[in-house]
Antibody
Framework: VQLVESGGGLVKPGGSLRLSCAAS????????MNWVRQAPGKGLEWVAS????????DYADSVKGRFTVSRDNAKNLLYLQMNSLNDDDTAVYYC????????????????WGQGTLVTVSS | VLTQSPATLSLSPGDRATLSCRAS??????LAWYQQKPGQAPRLLIY???TRATGIPARFSGSGSGTDFTLTISSLEAEDFAVYYC???????????FGQGTKLEIK
């Protein structure tokens, strides 16, 4: 299993950025995928979740209305479109795969990418 | 809300470490624990409160129910000094919550 994020960088407040996560080594279309972020020196914050067929999507209140998560199962890609960025969005963004059979075994992020850094600064 | 304690735990190799995670309301036994080392992504240690993830050594164990959960490391090794997070699935609003972390440092 490999998850590789890309698309991070420096962006001005109010700007936009799209992150990608390339998945390999497993059947991407069979798993719920998530974005989790970590501000510098801070803890982990869940950002967004998308179901197998994109039929169910959830967002943290802190990003709702500004961020959009999507996936392309044919290309094994997960995306995070981030608009109206502000200083509080500065963080390392990780994509993470939710473990299978989560309703019976428990909800857990069993695989993580290495993260991509997003810096919002003027 | 998940509250982890202590914020920092100073122990020596060979010691037993006990990390706590308390939920603000009763949660199902879906608590997970992660280890994170500087510059690395988190690594899943425990899920379903007490099930070790693949490849996790037996010195790591999880327990608890209701609102109180514990991660125990029976005998600390040098590579265990890191930050540990607990995580739950929210009842409402939908999503997931992490505790603020416990830093396990070498005494």
């Amino acid at each position: 299993v490999q998850l590789v994020e890309s698309g991070g960088g420096l962006v001005k407040p109010g700007g936009s950025l799209r992150l990608s996560c390339a998945a390999s080594g497993f059947t991407f279309s069979g798993y719920n995928m998530n974005w989790v972020r970590q501000a510098p020196g801070k803890g982990l914050e869940w950002v967004a979740s998308i179901s197998l067929s994109s039929s169910h999507i959830d967002y943290a209140d802190s990003v709702k209305g500004r961020f959009t998560v999507s996936r392309d199962n044919a290309k094994n890609l997960l995306y995070l479109q981030m608009n109206s960025l502000n200083d509080d969005d500065t963080a390392v963004y990780y994509c993470a795969r939710l473990g299978h059979n989560y309703e019976s075994l428990g909800y857990r992020f069993e695989y993580w990418g290495q993260g991509t850094l997003v810096t919002v600064s003027s | 809300v998940l509250t982890q304690s202590p914020a920092t735990l100073s122990l020596s190799p060979g010691d037993r470490a006990t990390l706590s995670c308390r939920a603000s309301q009763t949660i199902s036994n879906y608590l997970a624990w992660y280890q994170q080392k500087p510059g690395q992504a988190p690594r899943l240690l425990i899920y379903g409160t007490s099930t070790r993830a693949t490849g996790i050594p037996a010195r790591f164990s999880g327990s608890g129910s209701g609102t109180d959960f514990t991660l125990t490391i029976s005998s600390l090794e040098a590579e265990d000094f890191a930050v540990y997070y607990c995580q739950q699935r929210n009842k409402w609003p939908p999503g997931f919550t992490f505790g603020q972390g416990t830093k396990l440092e070498i005494k």
